[in-house]
Each structure stands twice: as C-alpha cells, then as structure tokens.
Antibody
Framework: QVQLQESGPGLVKPSETLSLTCTVSGGSISSYYWSWIRQPPGKGLEWIGYIYYSGSTNYNPSLKSRVTISVDTSKNQFSLKLSSVTAADTAVYYC???????????WGQGTLVTVSS | DIQMTQSPSSLSASVGDRVTITCRASQSISSYLNWYQQKPGKAPKLLIYAASSLQSGVPSRFSGSGSGTDFTLTISSLQPEDFATYYCQQSYSTALTFGPGTKVDIK
C-alpha cells in the first residue's frame, strides 16, 4: 500500500520560502505523477501543481510565479517550494499521487504551515 | 481556468436519507469529474472517478452521474460515517480545480 508523508517547518516568516518534502513509501515514485494540494483553515482545496517522476511539471497558474516542485527518485521523495509567502499561504499542505486519469488516489495526512512573524 | 460550483453548500440530513449533491463546471468537461469525501482533520478520500466509476473499496450506496457541465453525487441511504464534506474536482484541464465543497451534517 502506497503511503505518503509530508515533512517540513510548521512556521514560516512572511516573505520567506516555504519548503516541504513528501516521502513515498510502499511503492516507487517512478512511473507516476505526484501533486501538492493545500487547504487554508476552514476553507476548500486548492491544487498547487504536479510533477512527473521524470521531472516535467505543471503548476496552478495563480501560483506559478512562486512555485517550484522537484523530485528526487533516489530518495523516493518530491518537494515543494513556495516563495514570498504571506499570511494567505497559511494552510494544511497535502501531497498526493496523481494519475493520468486525473484522480488523486493516495494522499498524505497533511501538514499545517503557518505564515507568521 | 475551469470554475467549479457545488450546491447546496451545506445540508442537514438524517441517517437513511437519500442525499444528492450537484456540481457544475463553467465549461464542458466531458466526464472528467471526480468526487472526494473529507472528514475533519483528515485528507480527502477519492469516492468516484470519471463521473460515475466507483473507486475500489467505496460502498455501493455512493454513485455519480452526469457529463458535460452538470454532475451529481448521490448517497442512496446516508450512514453515520458519511457525515463529511464532499468536493468535486475536474481533470479535463491540466490546471486542476475543485468545487467549494458541500458539508453534510446531522439533522
């Protein structure tokens, strides 16, 4: 059974860069797409972007200028960097496996990142 | 971007009730529509994909229908564990978008 686990700082200062890593276990990161999604407290889901194991990416147009998603197949991990954060970026960040059918079938438990000085 | 709307935004229902949630896309998305269930403090769970296909392990009381711009998620007989928030998501566009969610709570 594929499992995903997010890790990274729970507190980031305004204007700095949010960095998270998702570790995939129970299966290889190869041959799949991997995605980041976020959810501000009490609000709905927002797709951030996805990466193919080969490194090709696709980002939410509204976040594209600030987002970088990368993959490290040797560690079975993929990562998210979001630059110039503000309080509006405070959210639970989820990583998930994305299929070519467009579904998000496996999710991590999520990690809360708060942007505050 | 393809905008997704859902109605109602919330509903109250009793165990055993038939519940229907509607999702509408701002343009035709064929059958590229998925439904998720999210319980408080948990990650979303995939219920229905491609508008009407039941994800493995999901109870058969859940069903989906629709194509083009209008879709529905139906729970035929609401169970206590079904009280949650439900989201639709389109995958027609490479820029994925979710609906705002429908919260189902106990009447």
């Amino acid at each position: 059974q594929v499992q995903l686990q997010e890790s990274g700082p729970g507190l980031v200062k305004p204007s700095e860069t949010l960095s998270l890593t998702c570790t995939v276990s129970g299966g290889s990161i190869s041959s799949y797409y991997w995605s980041w999604i976020r959810q501000p407290p009490g609000k709905g889901l927002e797709w951030i972007g996805y990466i193919y194991y080969s490194g090709s990416t696709n980002y939410n147009p509204s976040l594209k200028s600030r987002v970088t998603i990368s993959v490290d197949t040797s560690k079975n991990q993929f990562s998210l960097k979001l630059s110039s954060v503000t309080a509006a970026d405070t959210a639970v960040y989820y990583c998930a496996r994305f299929t070519v059918a467009g579904t998000l079938g496996y999710w991590g438990q999520g990690t809360l990142v708060t942007v505050s000085s | 971007d393809i905008q997704m709307t859902q109605s109602p935004s919330s509903l109250s229902a009793s165990v055993g009730d038939r519940v229907t949630i509607t999702c509408r896309a701002s343009q035709s998305i064929s059958s590229y529509l998925n439904w998720y269930q999210q319980k408080p403090g948990k990650a979303p769970k995939l219920l229905i994909y491609a508008a009407s296909s039941l994800q493995s392990g999901v109870p058969s009381r859940f069903s989906g229908s629709g194509s083009g711009t209008d879709f529905t998620l139906t729970i035929s007989s609401l169970q206590p564990e079904d009280f949650a928030t439900y989201y639709c998501q389109q995958s027609y566009s490479t820029a994925l978008t979710f609906g705002p969610g429908t919260k189902v709570d106990i009447k």
